[in-house]
């Protein structure tokens, strides 16, 4: 089994990557390989709404200037996990973060939840202020896409300035953990049940809007 990291911040081995490495370790301790992806240091540009990826349905964000977010849905789709760090940025995940999300799920959503029952999760790396709207932010991605999600003990947030500040948050550092160890048994489940118990039907999208 495998699990894809994505790392948002613009650091490469900030905070944030040692938060996605303390899961990364426990996950790594049941036999499940872990590749983290530096997304942040990235030049990604925004979803710009063009819906070309409904209309081709070819699994692919039609912008082309940057092919970083084509070949990390693919990553995804061949992963049986992933998990999403970002560090917080005036109370919000990085936008780089944010541009390189809106379009990869989006692009799974039109192309028959390319998504759907994979394992993630999420995990945020902040100074003091700002931690669960960030968490919750990149949950939402997640949960409309019907992935499964593993919880921990806490909300899934740590807490550091310097590189590193956040192994010593001991409170942090076991919510990591916790996470890490939860996420490997959910994901063995998943394994162990898929040609046992059969996932629930896909319903098609019903969209509506509240103008009458």
Excluded at 42 to 52: A, D, F, Q, S, T
Excluded at 76 to 88: C, F, T, W
Excluded at 110 to 123: D, P
Aim: hydrophobic content about 40%.
């Amino acid at each position: 089994m495998k699990v894809v990291a994505f790392n948002g911040s613009p650091r490469e081995k900030g905070n944030t990557y040692f938060a996605l490495k303390m899961v990364a370790e426990e996950l790594e301790k049941e036999g499940i390989e872990v590749e983290i992806v530096h997304v942040g240091n990235k030049i990604i540009r925004g979803c710009v709404g063009c819906n070309g990826c409904a209309r081709n349905r070819d699994e692919k964000c039609v912008l082309e200037a940057d092919n970083y977010v084509n070949e990390w849905v693919q990553k995804i789709k061949l992963a049986d996990g992933i998990l999403l760090g970002s560090p917080v940025h005036f109370a919000a995940m990085s936008a780089t973060m944010k541009s390189f999300l809106d379009r990869a799920f989006y692009v799974a959503s039109v192309n028959g939840g390319m998504f759907r029952h994979k394992v993630g999760a999420s995990v945020v790396a902040v100074r003091r202020s700002g931690g669960v709207p960030t968490f919750d932010q990149l949950n939402n991605y997640m949960n409309y896409s019907e992935m499964l999600m593993p919880t921990t003990n806490y909300w899934s947030v740590i807490h550091g300035l310097k590189p590193g500040e956040v192994e010593k948050d001991e409170e942090g550092t076991q919510i990591m953990r916790v996470l890490g160890k939860n996420m490997a048994w959910l994901l063995k489940m998943v394994d162990y049940t898929k040609d046992k118990i059969a996932p629930p039907e896909k319903e098609n999208k019903k969209y509506t809007h509240f103008i009458r």
